[in-house]
């Protein structure tokens, strides 16, 4: 089946600085990305839609200036984690719908970063 | 707004015991509703889903799920539990066109005894 990787699977950073995940689809194509978030013992969360060479759509209560996303190509969406703070500690994942193959609701997941900010 | 509640966030069955994994939602529109499990360090994958037609519908690994539109369910069941079963599952229901973004459960691990 198709996959998602995402790098890193997990990352530990210090207060204030800046930290950039990144999902890719390693052997299809996709247009739109989408990023969740999930705390602890909650449900993942959508944060964002990431488009191919447009502006990424944020979900409401998201902070677009904080959480960057750039879709720099059909294979790679990347998010940065700006000025982290321990709040920002979560669990990060994406996923892709196929430009080509399955139906209008098929999107495969990646495995998740975890992030902890100290 | 769609939501998603799945009750229980743990379940313990024995191997070879039924499963069942309840979800319900709510919806102002008919629902797309899928049922994903994932493994540890894995991404999540699809099980089953619903989109229209026959209401009972099988997934992989010997799951099934009954559309309920009358009490609002999507609840997951296996005739006989596998050690191989353990594993987070999440109920999520499709918001927005596209049927691609999606609202979770907030799962539920099920965890299978010898």
């Known amino acids: 089946g198709a996959v998602v990787s995402q790098h890193p699977s997990w990352v530990i950073c210090k207060s204030g600085t800046s930290v950039k995940i990144e999902c890719r689809s390693l052997d299809f194509q996709a247009t739109t990305m989408f990023w969740y978030r999930q705390f602890p013992k909650q449900s993942l969360m959508l944060m964002a839609t990431s488009n191919e060479g447009s502006k990424a759509t944020y979900e409401q209560g998201v902070e677009k200036d904080k959480f960057l996303i750039n879709h720099a190509s059909l294979t790679l969406s990347t998010l940065t984690v700006t000025s982290a703070h321990p709040e920002d500690s979560s669990f990060y994942i994406c996923?892709?719908?196929?430009?080509?193959?399955?139906?209008?609701?098929?999107?495969?997941f990646g495995p998740g970063t975890r992030l902890t900010v100290l | 707004a769609q939501s998603v509640t799945q009750l229980g966030s743990h379940v313990s069955v024995s191997e070879g015991a039924l499963v069942l994994l309840r979800c319900n939602y709510s919806?102002?529109?008919?629902?797309?509703l899928f049922w994903y499990v994932q493994y540890p360090n894995q991404g999540l994958q699809l099980l089953l889903k619903?989109?229209?037609?026959?209401?009972l519908v099988k997934g992989i690994n010997g799951f099934e799920a009954e559309f309920k539109k009358s009490e609002t369910s999507f609840h997951l069941t296996k005739p006989s539990a596998h050690m191989s079963d353990a594993a987070e599952y999440f109920c999520?229901?499709?918001?927005?066109?596209?049927?691609?973004?999606?609202?979770f459960g907030t799962g539920t691990r099920l965890l299978v005894s010898p």
């Open positions: 919806s102002s529109v008919p629902p797309y």
């Open positions: 996923s892709a719908p196929p430009i080509a193959g399955g139906s209008t609701d098929t999107q495969y």
């Open positions: 999520a229901v499709s918001e927005g066109t596209g049927f691609q973004k999606l609202v």
């Open positions: 619903y989109t229209t037609g026959a209401t």
